[in-house]
């Protein structure tokens, strides 16, 4: 009843072609972020800001990353967590080497690093699709951290490989406590989200999709296949390189390269396949079951023995915690195969006709 | 799909209603989380020094009531050895019991890592036993880190003495060969320094072989070792990785007697799989094992008898993970005692307190007889200056049934180590611009 677009008129272009066409879902939004800047940081404490919703934003952006070029571009990679090494790393030296530079222009310069490594690994997807392409971007996995390990410069030749991350001091402001380094975070995140959505409304974004139906019919209508492809990987790495330089300096503080192991690449492949290929919101969907869940399920095994005065041995509500996880995954997969933000979307229809649907 | 929007709104209910249930916390309560992992590939480590330190707990407040009449309470999180993980159970344990979080063991040096900063923000201190950053053991620049017992550099200097005394003196050692097998992680990383420090010193060559995580596959690094014909292998591994390498050095034939290893790769679950391959394998530890001490016997009668012990297995009591764990129980419970001695006596104490504890804390032979300890650990004595407070470590050797000890508690050389580690420490603190404290000004 409340969520209908009847009697909103566009009379210009620039009213038609607005990202959300739909005032409620501007209300929405503009409340969203509200609650993120204002209220989030007021309520929540140490525990719910530095360990639950700052990483489930970082991962959320990597996310964001890939689903830019697997969900949008078509071209599967199991590079992300080599990108986000590569923007950890990058920014703690550009922090320690040109420390004059600032902590934003850090990130950004460790961003287009990433893009450059992406640019080279991406090179394959010129030639092969699908799954081989996805064997050959293996190969930037273990470059990379092969290459972090073994040359000491990256780590500044610490001993044990570790970087730990300096402090974030913009324009003399320092951000120390959880919640100032969420904000930092938010902040970081909202901006590229935007753009990513404003990307993927562009040409570049349709030429993406174009490439991703039909690499062939796309290039017959005039889309630029080299171009097109090495552009998507170089953005995707951007803002996965972006994400490992919160990941480092926002979330952990000290970081080894271990840290970005092709376990952690799965984990980010899983998140936009249960999120949503191809959708945005889907990145943040799927960050969120990943992440926090398995979060959920450990304490709510708490609650049980400690509420229901049942004693189960510890293994085995850890090995559970890995089962029910699992198991929801393939139970989310039939139930939508098109991600959690396909259940969104089908949502939102059924409200436009709630409470009288045909 | 309706009801399964239903279901998320549901479980998001509970998420709110949840914590209500959590019983009020008593207020004459210590609490210590147990942040460990019981599943994954290092579990073994996890479960079984989780459930020692829990064991001797349980074993305080059956017996005694506790410490001087406080309770020892604790609750289990689930790290699975990874860092963000870790974290997370940091954050959600650090505010529990009437005084938060009391001391933390990480269990894994990434994680000791990642908490090296937290926890010196939020007072509490960080109790990495036998692993994490070595350099915190210069406590003028690391006041909430102790790496108590020995770190890694004196425990690699332990062990070229040992070599040394079995090639008969130091002076032998020059143009041995030595390889060095590391787990590619930063634990693994950790001694290569201290090592090539060592080389130039006593003039051995040394070579650094590394085997990528988890370790499972070994076949090319022992060729490499086939070729250099070592005269010494130390092994620094870890979990799976152990057994691995002394089925691959029985494979290409080399004795396993002179193969030392780290103390992580010195406990029953690292040479059982490896069957008659871990024959002859020595090991450094500086907890031993059994069940014949009489602490452990305390543990036996107070919590096994009654069924309350945390190992399911009971052939694994009085394993060298366990007897770790009973170890830092007893660290634990010493630095809270003492904490208490100087800030009330049986009143929760706070993690500042604590801190104040384990760097006054002095357990000689007297308190281990005491404590029924004697031979279980060496005594130990932390200040401002030292976190690290014993140093020493013992070697061990498998005799394909079980782990007998061939030394007396071997010293580091602390000649070697305190300058390195004060060199990296003073890095740090440049790096992080903090001003070391003035240890004579300490009380």
């Given at each position: ?100 530079l600032g902590i934003i222009p850090s990130m950004i310069l460790a961003g287009l690093c990433a893009a450059a490594v992406g640019i080279v690994f991406g090179l394959p997807s010129l030639r092969i699709k699908g799954f081989y392409l996805a064997v050959a971007t293996l190969a930037c996995q ?129 998140m936009i396949i249960i999120g949503g290929v191809g959708s945005i919101l889907g990145s943040f969907l799927g960050a969120a079951f990943i992440t926090l869940f398995p979060i959920f399920l450990n304490i709510a095994s708490g609650w049980l023995s400690h509420g229901f005065g049942v004693e ?47 | ?205 040394i070579t650094h072989i590394a085997v990528p995580h988890p370790g499972n596959e070994q076949q090319s690094q022992w060729l490499q070792v086939r070729q250099i014909r070592p005269d010494w292998v130390i092994l620094r591994g870890w979990g799976v990785m152990n057994p691995t390498a002394l ?197």
């Amino acid at each position: 009843m409340l969520y209908r677009e009847a009697g909103q008129f566009k009379s210009t272009y620039a009213q038609d072609q607005q990202i959300f066409p739909i005032r409620q879902d501007r209300i929405a939004i503009g409340l969203l972020l509200v609650f993120a800047f204002v209220v989030v940081p007021l309520i929540g404490d140490q525990y719910w800001l530095g360990a639950l919703i700052t990483p489930f934003l970082i991962f959320a952006l990597a996310a964001l990353g890939l689903n830019i070029l697997t969900g949008y571009a078509g071209q599967l990679s199991l590079g992300t967590a080599a990108f986000m090494a590569v923007g950890a790393f990058m920014t703690y030296n550009f922090v320690l080497r040109l420390p004059w530079l600032g902590i934003i222009p850090s990130m950004i310069l460790a961003g287009l690093c990433a893009a450059a490594v992406g640019i080279v690994f991406g090179l394959p997807s010129l030639r092969i699709k699908g799954f081989y392409l996805a064997v050959a971007t293996l190969a930037c996995q273990f470059f990379v951290l092969w290459a972090l390990q073994r040359f000491g410069w990256f780590t500044n030749y610490s001993s044990s490989g570790v970087i730990t991350a300096q402090q974030i001091v913009i324009f003399g402001v320092r951000f120390d406590t959880p919640a100032e380094k969420y904000l930092f975070t938010l902040a970081i995140v909202v901006v590229m989200a935007l753009a990513a959505k404003n990307l993927m409304r562009s040409e570049t974004g349709r030429a993406f999709m174009a490439v991703r139906d039909m690499d062939v019919a796309a290039s017959v209508v005039g889309i630029p296949m080299m171009q097109t492809k090495l552009l998507a990987f170089a953005i995707s790495s951007f803002y996965c390189g972006v994400a490992g330089a919160l990941h480092a300096f926002c979330y952990l503080g000290t970081v080894e390269p271990e840290a970005y192991t092709l376990d952690l690449s799965f984990r980010i492949l899983f998140m936009i396949i249960i999120g949503g290929v191809g959708s945005i919101l889907g990145s943040f969907l799927g960050a969120a079951f990943i992440t926090l869940f398995p979060i959920f399920l450990n304490i709510a095994s708490g609650w049980l023995s400690h509420g229901f005065g049942v004693e189960i041995s510890h293994a085995t509500i850890s090995n559970l915690e890995l089962i029910i996880f699992g198991g929801l995954i393939i139970f989310f997969l039939i139930a939508e195969p098109n991600g959690l933000a396909r259940l969104w979307q089908i949502t939102k229809e059924k409200l436009r006709l709630w409470p009288f649907p045909h | 799909m309706k009801r399964s929007t239903l279901a998320i709104g549901a479980l998001a209910l509970a998420a709110v209603a949840g914590p209500a249930l959590n019983p009020a916390a008593a207020q004459n309560e210590q609490f210590i989380p147990a942040n460990f992992y019981w599943v994954g590939p290092y579990a073994p480590g996890g479960s079984g020094f989780g459930g020692g330190m829990i064991d001797y707990f349980a074993m305080l407040n059956e017996r005694d009531g506790g410490i001087n009449g406080v309770k020892l309470t604790w609750e289990k999180c689930e790290t699975e050895y990874r860092n963000d993980r870790g974290v997370e159970c940091y954050e959600r344990s650090k505010k529990k019991g009437p005084t938060g979080a009391t001391v933390v063991h990480p269990l894994s040096t990434g994680i000791t890592y990642s908490l090296i900063e937290k926890a010196t923000a939020d007072k509490i201190p960080v109790i990495s036993m036998g692993y994490g950053r070595t350099d915190a053991a210069d406590g003028r620049v690391f006041p909430y880190i102790f790496p108590l017992i020995t770190t890694y550099w004196s425990q690699n200097t332990a062990k070229i003495k040992f070599i040394g005394m079995k090639e008969g003196g130091m002076d032998k050692l020059k143009g041995k060969k030595i390889v060095n097998i590391y787990h590619d992680s930063a634990y693994g990383k950790e001694t290569i320094p201290v090592l090539d420090v060592q080389a130039k010193k006593y003039g051995f060559q040394i070579t650094h072989i590394a085997v990528p995580h988890p370790g499972n596959e070994q076949q090319s690094q022992w060729l490499q070792v086939r070729q250099i014909r070592p005269d010494w292998v130390i092994l620094r591994g870890w979990g799976v990785m152990n057994p691995t390498a002394l089925k691959a050095a029985a494979k290409v034939g080399f004795p396993r007697t002179k193969i030392v290893g780290v103390w992580w790769s010195g406990a029953e679950e690292d040479v059982i799989p490896a069957g008659d391959a871990a024959k002859g394998y020595i090991a450094a530890g500086f907890n031993l094992p059994g069940t014949s001490f009489p602490v452990m016997q305390e543990v036996l009668k107070h919590v096994y008898k009654k069924g309350k012990g945390d190992l399911e297995d009971n052939a694994r009591i009085g394993s060298i993970y366990h007897t770790r764990g009973i170890v830092a129980g007893i660290i634990t419970t010493e630095a809270i005692r003492n904490a208490q001695s100087r800030f009330g006596k049986g009143k929760p104490m706070t993690g500042e307190q604590v801190r104040w504890g384990i760097e006054n804390l002095n357990i000689d032979e007297k308190r281990l007889k005491e404590l029924g300890a004697t031979g279980l650990m060496q005594p130990l004595r932390v200040s401002c200056m030292d976190h690290e407070g014993g140093g020493a470590v013992k070697f061990l050797q498998w005799d394909g049934r079980k782990w007998t000890v061939i030394t007396d508690w071997i010293a580091a050389d602390q000649s070697i180590v305190r300058p390195m580690i004060e060199a990296s420490a003073a890095q740090y603190a440049k790096e992080k611009s903090i001003t070391p404290r003035d240890c004579s000004k300490e009380k």
